[in-house]
């Protein structure tokens, strides 16, 4: 038999131990914006001296363009608001810039912010490379794309004015048979160019259509699947999210497809969810006209409409200022959707969230 020994009530445990040997910044600050202590791991990131930490105000460690939106989520945390997974850049004394992710605690009582940060650096960079890459190989697909079809589409008209030419050419004239027999090949030659056109355009969609491959999928399997991926930004997040597939259950897409589409959906839905409220999102299926809709709801900041239509599926285009918008999450999801056969409509305001309907093709 064992027996478990209880710790006995006047052993010493050395706490310091964990403040001082974490690879995870861990800060106390006041209400006044200074640090009051902080472990080395701080300073050995950020390249300055604990004298120096200690010295300036917090904020000025902050990369600029980040300033304004730390220093407003600083204000809330001192209204005894708790801050999950905060992310601002700072600048390093040699220049260079970090990415941190903060979850914050404050304690009125003692004016103080009990505070730990994650270097996720490289996390971002990664990121980066992937949008850029995504961005790129988007980008040379649709431009090859558009040249083919551009391509295909200017040389018809010439091709059908040969061919109309031929059409009023009264061969019944031509006493001549060299020339007849030009005229028969020419005409031959340019009806089988006029085919060929044909052909290359219809093969251009086929092509979309089979790389990326369809098949029946559920929408409650592949949203779950997506929500289980992201789900520690779900948790602290706190966001809301209702769903209704029973008038619609399934549809045929692309499996890939669908993940990307909710998985930008809810993202910027917490992304750009407004100040002291918790993000709250409706997604819901129907069938009209025949066709499979999917429509997903939120009650974040919402599009001025008026100025964004034209260019909100665009890339690289922002319409909020999140220093962690890259405007490539809409471009994808239009991209997805168009790819196949399909359209999505948005309907939204400033301040009253927004709605995409997606309308699948057949």
Known sequence: MITKQKPSPDKEYHFDNFFNISADLICIAGFDGYFKRINPAVSQLLGYSEEELYARPIHTFVYTPDLKMTIETREQVYKNKPLLNFENRYLTKTGELVWLSWTSMPVEDEKLVYAIAKNITHKKKIEDERNILLTNLTKINNDLKHLSYTTSHDLKSPVNNLLSV??????????????????????????????????????LIHKDELNASIEELSLKENLDEVLLSINSLIVNSKIKITIDFETVTTIKFNKEYLKSIFLNLITNSIKYSKPDTFPSVFITSKKTNGKNQLIYSDNGLGFDMDKVRDKIFGLHQKFHNHIDSNGIGLYLIYNHITNLGGRIEVKSKINEGAEFTIIFKD
């Open 166 to 203: 031929f059409e009023l050419i009264d061969i019944s004239k031509i006493n001549d048979e060299e020339t007849l027999e030009f005229i028969t090949i020419l005409k031959t030659t340019t009806e089988r160019l006029s085919q060929t056109l044909k052909n290359s355009v219809d093969e």
